[in-house]
T-cell receptor
Framework: NAGVTQTPKFRILKIGQSMTLQCTQD?????MYWYRQDPGMGLKLIYY???????DKGEVPNGYNVSRSTTEDFPLRLELAAPSQTSVYFC???????????????FGDGTRLSIL | ELKVEQNPLFLSMQEGKNYTIYCNYS?????LYWYRQDPGKSLESLFV???NGAVKQEGRLMASLDTKARLSTLHITAAVHDLSATYFC????????????WGAGTKLIIKP
């Protein structure tokens, strides 16, 4: 069972570079999420998607972009990387709303990103 | 402002002792989730609490939900070293596509 797969696991970027964090899930979940977790802190929602072609901003979207062309994939793009974006990024997926939200979100292993 | 507050944020305890972690939230919700995170690892779902009065138990961990008080507790019975981790609670926002609002986490260290 692959679940939620994130790549890469680690990355170092220079200020001003851009990159895409990949996330794919094989559970046929409609809902997908991107979070960041700063050291010693909880999770903050960056973007989420309720289905292919539909995305929306979370709490901290500035400096990031997402797309959702398929149910399985939800890449996160960083443009013009800044030191403040140094963090651990988690992708998650879930079945959906209403009675489907009785199931928890499933998380990938995270991408540890340093911007120097 | 939507808030989820956990306390304590840090807890160091001896094996064999009992303790409770508290999760207070400021918005109406009847869905609350508890997760565990080991250092450098991902988050693992522990409990999903779906209604007022819900109680779930797994091994030495027991979680409960009081939606009227907007309070959930995670009780640890006769703690063992393997339970050392950071524990997060998260609450659904019903009117916003069921986004989760997360607590800051409780870092639990259990000493042999």
């Amino acid at each position: 069972n692959a679940g939620v797969t994130q790549t890469p696991k680690f990355r170092i970027l220079k200020i001003g570079q851009s990159m895409t964090l990949q996330c794919t899930q094989d559970m046929n979940h409609n809902y997908m999420y991107w979070y960041r977790q700063d050291p010693g802190m909880g999770l903050k929602l960056i973007y989420y998607s309720v289905g292919a072609g539909i995305t929306d901003k979370g709490e901290v979207p500035n400096g990031y972009n997402v797309s959702r062309s398929t149910t399985e994939d939800f890449p996160l793009r960083l443009e013009l990387a800044a030191p403040s974006q140094t963090s651990v990024y988690f992708c998650a997926s879930s079945m959906g709303t209403g009675s489907l939200s009785n199931q928890p979100q499933h998380f990938g292993d995270g991408t540890r990103l340093s911007i120097l | 402002e939507l808030k989820v507050e956990q306390n304590p944020l840090f807890l160091s305890m001896q094996e064999g002792k009992n303790y409770t972690i508290y999760c207070n939230y400021s918005t109406t919700s009847d869905r609350l989730y508890w997760y565990r995170q080991d250092p450098g690892k991902s988050l693992e779902s522990l409990f999903v609490l779906l209604s007022n009065g819900a109680v779930k138990q797994e091994g030495r961990l027991m979680a409960s939900l009081d939606t009227k008080a907007r309070l959930s507790t995670l009780h640890i019975t006769a703690a063992v070293h393997d339970l050392s981790a950071t524990y997060f609670c998260a609450v659904d926002i019903e009117d916003s596509n069921y986004q989760l609002i997360w607590g800051a986490g409780t870092k639990l260290i259990i000493k042999p």
